[in-house]
């Protein structure tokens, strides 16, 4: 196998430099089977107009960074022709993309690129997981990976290495004379079987990360895979269906060997800051969040993010953050509206609650954001601001806003296609650039409009609200009203 290599596609959106533990482990799999691998990066290609921090420091939702600064710019040549370089040069036996939904299109113009050289290729991720239907019909994509790709990839390596059958490969739909081979998904991977991330496939310019205003080598750990919530507008309901019959796809990581893994990489790639992949860092039991927080101290010490349900934020478990050196949480709000929040979003929170959380976060001095989320299907107007009403009350540090992306797995996605709003191949956007969904009660252009100004009716009074709204319009008009009251949030809020 020493001599069988395989060339990994990172389809990133541009300059989203946070590294991402999956390609790390896909890579750290493959070295441990003897497989060469070279990862080949999309993040420093100009392949959008603006970042996504860009379009968040404009929407008032973080500071303004600039890693230009550091001299991490676009690089100038064409990702495309350079891509068609990499594969002649050298020469893989296997060329697997990984790609999220916004940025599945372009991994396909990767794809046609070489599809004349004969090298076989597979698509994994959530795009090609939920949608493989539409993905397998590509004349550049062979084979789809559906689920986790850990070692259904190794065991495609070592199939095509030794010349057997790969059309029986779980987790794989293997296209092959003109039929589609498609094999079931095997059970969840067990976590604490999986190598530790392989970060040498990164450049280096990968670990500069923007967060809270400021831009840190910062490193990417798994605590949990999945989620314990089944969200209508998340893809882990999708996952949580696809692997309902297979004991289930949330699992948490071993504590102990996730600190020793953040220790090793601190030392190694010299960590600042630390960014922790779980949905819900306090779904858990308080035990687990102790034992956490023991070794998180004594052996890796570094400030960290992370996210969490209000249900979850307890006293005790704020005290053990605050002990460790958690230097931000962002509490999922989501909706102000509680009939929508519960029956449409699948979040049976009282509002109660959500304040509650809040007033907790507040006296710990753990600076904490309100996450929320517009645009949904049939959200009115004053359904948004039943949002904003609710984000007054919290009086959140930092006010977070995306636009509702109904990406494929989620349950929302197929309810916005059966009320017409978007086809089945259609591509959601970004959710930190733009609405996907021109909807009845709620055009797009209005939806951009709150989406800017969302921070400055939570913060402001209310007396100033008809101006607000003037400066939601995109219109000379508009404009200026929005650039005044930005640099007055700016110098007020963010400073």
């Given amino acids: 196998m020493s001599e069988f290599r395989v060339l990994l596609i990172n389809c990133n959106t541009m300059l989203d430099t946070l590294v991402t533990a999956g390609i790390g482990i896909l890579s750290a799999c493959l070295k441990e089977a003897d497989v060469g691998v070279k990862l080949f990066d999309t993040t420093f290609y100009r392949t959008s107009e603006q970042t996504g921090d860009e379009a968040r420091a404009k929407a008032l939702q973080v500071k303004q960074t600039s890693l230009e600064e550091l001299g991490i710019i676009p690089e100038p040549g064409d990702v495309v022709e350079e891509f068609a370089k990499e594969v002649a040069t050298y020469q893989p036996h296997l060329i697997g993309l990984s790609s999220i939904e916004v940025t599945h299109p372009l991994g396909i113009r990767l794809l046609d690129a070489v599809k004349g050289s004969g090298v076989p290729t597979v698509v994994g991720g959530p795009y090609a997981t939920f949608a493989p239907e539409i993905v397998i019909r590509n004349d550049s994509v062979d084979m789809v990976c559906i689920g986790e790709g850990e070692e259904p990839l190794v065991e495609l390596c070592q199939t095509m290495h030794d010349g057997g059958d790969i059309s029986k490969i779980d987790n794989l739909w293997v296209e092959q004379g003109g039929e589609v081979h498609k094999n079931p998904v095997r059970k969840p991977i067990v976590l604490d079987k999986l190598p530790k991330q392989d970060w040498s496939v990164y450049d280096e310019r990968r670990f500069w990360k923007p967060m809270g205003g400021k831009i840190s080598v910062t490193g990417t750990f798994e605590m949990n895979r999945g989620c314990p919530y089944t969200c209508t507008f998340c893809i882990n309901s999708g996952f ?230 003037l400066a939601e319009q995109d219109t000379p008009e508009g404009e200026a009203a929005f650039k005044e009251y930005s640099e007055r949030y700016v110098e007020q809020y963010m400073s």
């Fill in 240 to 469: 949580d269906k696809l692997y309902s019959d297979l004991g289930g796809y949330y699992r948490e990581q071993d504590v102990e060997r996730l600190v020793d893994e953040m220790a090793e990489k601190k030392e190694q790639y010299n960590l600042a800051y630390v960014y922790l992949v779980a949905e819900s860092f306090l779904t858990t039991t308080l035990n687990r969040v102790e034992q956490f927080a023991c070794l998180y101290a004594e052996k890796v010490g570094l400030p960290f993010w992370v996210e969490a349900r209000p249900e979850s934020v307890t006293l005790d478990k704020i005290g053990l953050l605050k002990e460790m050196g958690c230097e931000g949480i962002s509490v999922g709000v989501e909706s102000g509206n509680q009939e929508l929040r519960e029956r449409l979003l699948g979040r049976k929170i009282e509002d109660d609650t959500i304040i509650k959380a809040f007033d907790l976060l507040r006296e710990s001095g753990i600076r904490v954001s309100a996450n929320n989320i517009i645009g949904f299907p049939t959200e009115t107007r004053e359904m948004i601001f039943d949002t904003i009403k609710l984000d007054r009350r919290v009086d959140p540090d930092g006010v977070m806003v995306s636009f509702f992306s109904p990406y494929k797995g989620a349950t929302l996605r197929d309810i916005c296609q059966d009320m017409g709003y978007l086809k089945d191949e259609d591509i959601a956007m970004d959710y930190r650039l733009g609405p996907t969904m021109d909807m009845p009660q709620m055009s797009a252009r209005e939806l951009a409009g709150l989406h800017r100004t969302f921070p400055l009716y939570v913060k402001f009074p209310e007396t100033e609200w008809s101006d607000i709204r």
